[in-house]
Nanobody, 124 residues
Framework: QVQLVESGGGLVQTGGSLRLSCTTSQVNLGSSVVGWFRRSPGNKREGIACVSHGGDQFIYDQSAKGRFTISKNNAKNTVYLQMNSLKPEDTAIYYC?????????????????WGQGTQVVVFP
């Protein structure tokens, strides 16, 4: 069973920043499609950002454009989600996921493995 581990969540004030990390020892993230998703109370899980196998193509949800950046560190087998200018509506549990298809990677159906999530709370 592949285990993805997210970290970096926490409590932050509006306008602040957090960097989330996703890592595993069982899959080469440098050659995988990796996505970040979130789910807030009462809402469906939504795709926020995803990065291609080679780490050179990115897709962002409109809510993340200009504020969030997804990146890979192949040496550390880690994928990051840098979140800036955070808003209370960004409050959610954030999950990373690993899959094989870049096309449609903001949709959760293409992913094979999921992490347990890390909580982000943005207060006014």
């Amino acid at each position: 069973q592949v285990q993805l581990v997210e970290s970096g969540g926490g409590l932050v004030q509006t306008g602040g920043s957090l960097r989330l990390s996703c890592t595993t020892s069982q899959v080469n993230l440098g050659s995988s499609v990796v996505g970040w998703f979130r789910r807030s109370p009462g809402n469906k899980r939504e795709g926020i950002a995803c990065v291609s196998h080679g780490g050179d193509q990115f897709i962002y949800d409109q809510s993340a454009k200009g504020r969030f950046t997804i990146s890979k560190n192949n040496a550390k087998n880690t994928v990051y989600l840098q979140m800036n200018s955070l808003k209370p509506e960004d409050t959610a549990i954030y999950y990373c996921a690993v899959g094989e298809l870049f096309y449609g990677c903001l949709g959760d159906s293409i992913y094979d493995y999921w992490g347990q999530g890390t909580q982000v709370v943005v207060f006014p």
